[in-house]
């Protein structure tokens, strides 16, 4: 039970890099290059909140995931609105 929402977070960090992949894929290299570079990011700090509050699960752990999850799609978002 402990490992659901870190596989929910790696599902959706492997579907951010696809949406970037495929939103450039006629967009010149470089661009497509950092939206996957920012989403890789975003994703890997996103699993990091998750990973954590895996294994600690606490009222704080709970509430910086919660706050992760609100900043992820907006901060994606962005990256991706960059092209």
């Given at each position: 039970?402990?490992?659901?929402?870190?596989?929910e977070?790696?599902?959706?960090?492997?579907?951010?890099?696809?949406?970037?992949?495929?939103?450039?894929?006629?967009?010149f290299?470089?661009?497509?290059?950092?939206?996957?570079q920012?989403?890789?990011?975003?994703?890997?700090?996103?699993?990091?909140?998750?990973?954590?509050?895996?294994?600690?699960?606490?009222?704080?752990?709970?509430?910086?995931?919660?706050?992760?999850?609100?900043?992820?799609?907006?901060?994606?978002?962005?990256?991706?609105?960059?092209?």
């Open positions: 039970m402990a490992l659901q929402p870190t596989a977070f790696t599902s959706l960090i492997l579907v951010s890099i696809l949406a970037a992949g495929v939103a450039c894929a006629f967009v290299d470089l661009v497509r290059r950092f939206a996957g920012g989403a890789a990011v975003l994703g890997a700090g996103f699993l990091g909140f998750g990973v954590a509050f895996a294994a600690e699960r606490s009222r704080d752990r709970a509430s910086r995931l919660f706050l992760a999850s609100i900043a992820y799609l907006p901060l994606l978002l962005g990256a991706l609105a960059l092209l």
